[in-house]
């Protein structure tokens, strides 16, 4: 056959494995967390969910799930903004491991949650992530008078327990929005607190007793370069919630830290909980440390004895009056 005509193959621009690859013509090979899984009822856990458009500008939709027998709008249940993790590149709220996890956390806890998809990076570069998590929580406070285009959120969610959930990208995310709220007030939602679960934060110089090694450090700062090109380094206020901006300011009053012994970002999760606590904010936090477990162990492995004691103690931090 006669091959004379056809292009060479692109030539990988930039590996980010064991994420992504980035091709010279453009184009993004992602490597992991590309299945999804529809909006379903779910026997095992007696959880529904459907998916909902919240920007249609970027079509970009959201799942709702809710518990089975929820009819009494007397009796309105917490309400949980979860966003998932993934460096910002891969992975999304349709995948089945988040799907699964968010199933498990509404039947256990007893909440609604609306799990909250996003643009990715290299395409869609941070902070568009956490531009479209925003939009995405606007969206919801947009129910908080009953009179929203969405009844599940109009009749059984308590716009008055309100909590946003992020694990690593996620929480990195989850933390930005609440630093936001005190700045761009949306009227009716009271968000309680916020589940920081091994978040994604990093820095220059390491803090506790996170790695030296030169190569790991170099790895993770080139995953962030990836994920925002625009970036200043590793102490860009995006990535480094300790530059620029006081953790005085944080928009809750309850904070639920987890960071796992094995995790990368263990010391980051402990910094960021001393910080917090040594800068005026006059709120309650927390921190769960996860002996022997690595990074997103709870997801991986959701139904090990660490994986359920994690999810307890969320259940219950939803529930706390």
Request: charged content about 20%.
């Amino acid at each position: 056959m006669d091959s004379s005509n056809s292009k060479p193959a692109a030539e990988v621009a930039q590996d980010v494995s064991p994420m992504f690859k980035i091709y010279e013509d453009g184009r993004v090979e992602r490597l992991v967390g590309n299945e999804i899984v529809p909006p379903s009822f779910d026997p095992k856990t007696s959880v529904d969910s459907k998916d909902i458009v919240y920007s249609p500008e970027n079509n970009l939709s959201a799942r709702l799930y809710i518990p089975k027998n929820t009819n009494n709008q007397n009796h309105k249940l917490p309400l949980v903004v979860y966003i998932y993790g993934g460096g910002f590149c891969i992975y999304s709220a349709f995948h089945p491991t988040y799907h699964n996890y968010v199933n498990t956390l509404v039947s256990e806890a007893k909440v609604i949650a609306v799990s909250v998809d996003h643009r990715r990076a290299p395409e869609n570069p941070v902070p568009c992530a956490h531009e479209d998590s925003w939009a995405a929580l606007k969206w919801v406070a947009s129910h908080a008078d009953g009179q929203g285009p969405e009844d599940w959120l109009n009749y059984y969610a308590n716009f008055e327990r309100v909590f946003i959930y992020g694990d690593s990208a996620g929480g990195n995310i989850a933390h930005h929005m609440v630093m936001k709220l005190p700045r761009e007030i949306l009227n009716g939602f009271n968000v309680v607190g916020i589940v920081l679960a091994h978040t994604y934060f990093w820095g220059e110089e390491p803090v506790g007793d996170e790695t030296v090694d030169a190569e790991t450090r170099a790895s993770i700062e080139k995953m962030w370069r990836a994920a925002c090109p625009g970036t200043s380094g590793c102490d860009d206020p995006l990535i480094n919630p300790f530059v620029g901006s006081s953790l005085a300011n944080l928009g809750c009053k309850r904070v639920q830290v987890h960071v796992a012994e094995k995790d990368l970002m263990r010391d980051r999760g402990w910094f960021y909980y001393e910080k917090l606590k040594e800068s005026g904010w006059g709120g309650e936090a927390e921190i769960i440390e996860s002996k022997g477990e690595p990074h997103i162990f709870y997801l991986l492995s959701p139904t090990c004895d660490s994986a359920m004691a994690m999810r307890k103690k969320i259940a219950s931090f939803f529930n706390e009056i």
